[in-house]
């Protein structure tokens, strides 16, 4: 290597006699790269770099090319690391010449998240033709790591192996792989990470310790929706190359003034797996929305909607580039489109897939779909709400009661009394309740609305309130072993702003015209209230699970619906109730492991 140093020293020199055909260009803005391999792969994760400039792919040569260089370009492409490469392989091209090579030389210290913030040198020569010292086109091996390791692109890989283990840190609220609010798992709760010196070296250690490449970008002011619980990171300062935000140096663990309208995101870059070239829409209005069709080999067909959720059009949605699902379609007879077999049935996705093929499917036919079960999505790029429960709330709030059925008429007529009460000789007699109190905050990025448009909202005069939802919440009583012993519903009566965080003004009254939960604001349900319990009469004393879930039919789109459950584990000796360890659907996997 200082032989070539020393040769190219010279060779500069020389050139430097020639005035007319020699300039240097330093801080060159990059544009998109790739890797040309031997043979092709997905995701290509090896072979020549290349550059695009001026719609033509250019190489670089490999003077001085090092570690260092590699790995930002390896997490300029979406994988963590570069690995060492055996060149032998490669040394069978023709030289490469300098008027060949776009750039000429590359220096990066390793921790950039991309080339542009290397020193990059280019050497303009006209028509004379120098040698590269190296006579090679600059070569990577970029380490897939356990996230893309196996990838195939026809057959079922499910990609989030790396998060079958327990995760530390983790992207909540995007719309595409590898974007989102960055949380932290400590002293078993999630929290967020202060955007205060936040920058792009702080995000690709995030991006990285998740299995992704460096970060393309590090949004601040909580860009996909504010997190909740306490806020962990603060003043957060990365030297680009620590395994994991918690190596990097930062405050104490929630010591800190920082609001959760700070919360730090990350967009990192992701290997390109040719998932797009796989599927389309069609017969919409708009680019956004239709039938959903993938290609199996040569063919393309329709998608079977007898397993059709919010999950599989998620991901749909994700694999276009189209945002997040607003409309999981199971029908979709009035969008226009060729006749096409069905070529995937029985999908279930757990959402976080980048692709429908990688999803579990029992068979890409089906004989049992009916022509009309075809699967489509309407898609959004606009901002979305995200509406989460306070499970302290509950908690502390739940008791029982022991109601007359006299007081109970109204409850009755809006179906909130098991079914046996209806059998019941009124007005004699009680139900046993099981009440307490909900919050649901909204921390997205937009109003959470109803699904139907106020004309269409059904009037009660008992309670002297419009519904506007079939159903908002769903609360279940779940045995130890998993039967469904008491249920209830709450009709969306009265969604209303009753109290809005520092920065934001209620807009919603549901005693003066709209109802609806803005952001930054939340809506209380008292347990007082009619309805706001389970009746659990004739349920015998034990241990149960309650189980709160919030808008359970996904009626209304959400930018995540995984922090829309709350459970508390039930302790019910036939007279007293006590809740304890109530929790967020989506953080039970680590809170039972430590």
């Not at 055996?86 to 220096?107: F, G, I, N, Q, S």
């Amino acid at each position: 290597m200082a032989v070539v140093r020393h040769l190219r020293v010279l060779l500069l020199f020389l050139l430097a006699t020639v005035p007319s055909t020699l300039s240097w260009l330093v801080n060159l803005r990059v544009g998109e790269i790739r890797l040309r391999g031997l043979t092709k792969r997905i995701p290509q994760a090896e072979g020549y770099v290349e550059i695009m400039y001026q719609d033509k792919w250019w190489p670089i040569c490999a003077d001085g090319w090092d570690y260092n260089d590699a790995k930002v370009v390896c997490g300029q492409l979406g994988f963590r690391d570069a690995l060492t490469v055996d060149l032998r392989k490669y040394r069978y091209e023709k030289p490469l010449m300098h008027k060949d090579a776009w750039l000429t030389r590359v220096d990066c210290t390793g921790s950039e998240s991309s080339l542009t913030q290397c020193r990059l040198e280019r050497l303009i020569q006209g028509s004379l033709s120098l040698p590269c010292l190296s006579n090679m086109t600059a070569v990577v091996k970029c380490d897939l790591g356990p996230r893309y390791s196996g990838v195939s692109p026809t057959t079922h890989r499910k990609l989030s192996a790396i998060t079958s283990q327990p995760q530390f840190v983790r992207l909540k609220g995007g719309a595409n792989v590898g974007e989102g609010r960055v949380e932290i798992y400590y002293n078993r709760q999630w929290g967020t990470v202060c955007d205060m010196s936040w920058d792009l070296p702080q995000a690709s250690v995030v991006c990285r310790e998740l299995g992704y490449g460096s970060a393309r970008s590090a949004p601040k002011r909580a860009q996909y929706g504010q997190g909740h619980g306490p806020v962990w990171l603060d003043h957060v300062q990365c030297t680009g190359n620590e395994l994991s935000i918690v190596d990097c140096a930062h405050s104490n663990f929630s010591a800190t003034s920082c609001t959760h309208d700070h919360d730090a995101s990350v967009q990192c870059n992701v290997p390109d797996l040719k998932v797009k070239e796989k599927i389309r829409v069609s017969g919409g209005r708009n680019p956004r929305e239709g039938r959903v069709e993938v290609q199996r080999g040569r063919k393309w067909g329709v998608i079977c909607s007898n397993s059709w959720t919010y999950k599989e059009a998620g991901v749909a949605c994700r694999q276009l580039g189209m945002g997040y699902a607003l409309h999981a379609l199971k029908e979709v007879w009035y969008f226009e489109g060729d006749k096409l077999d069905f070529v995937m049935a029985d999908l279930q996705c757990d959402g976080t897939e980048e692709a429908l093929h990688f999803c579990r499917y029992k068979s890409w036919a089906n004989k049992d779909c009916k022509g009309h079960q075809v699967a489509g999505i309407i898609c959004t790029q606009a901002r979305l709400p995200d509406l989460v429960p306070d499970a302290s709330q509950v908690r502390t709030s739940i008791y029982l009661e022991d109601r007359p059925l006299y007081l109970l008429y109204c409850a009755a007529e809006e179906n909130c009394l098991a079914s046996s009460a209806y059998q019941m000789e009124w007005p004699y007699g009680s139900r046993r309740l099981l009440r307490f109190t909900q919050a649901v905050a909204n921390f997205g990025k937009a109003d959470f609305r109803p699904n139907i448009d106020s004309s269409q909202w059904v009037w009660h005069q008992c309670h002297a309130h419009y519904h506007s939802m079939e159903i908002f919440t769903s609360y279940d009583l779940i045995s130890e072993n998993g039967t469904k012993v008491a249920e209830g519903h709450k009709a969306s009566f009265c969604l209303e702003d009753s109290h809005c965080y520092d920065g934001y003004e209620p807009k919603y009254d549901c005693n003066v015209g709209e109802q609806g939960i803005s952001m930054g604001c939340d809506d209380t349900y008292k347990h007082s209230l009619d309805c706001q319990w389970i009746d659990i009469t004739g349920v015998p004393s034990g241990q149960y699970t309650l189980e709160i879930v919030i808008n359970p039919l996904r009626a209304v789109a959400e930018m995540d619906f995984e922090n829309n459950r709350v459970s508390c584990k039930i302790s019910y000796n036939g007279y007293q109730v006590v809740a304890n360890e109530c929790h967020l659907g989506e953080d039970e996997l680590l809170n039972s492991i430590y």
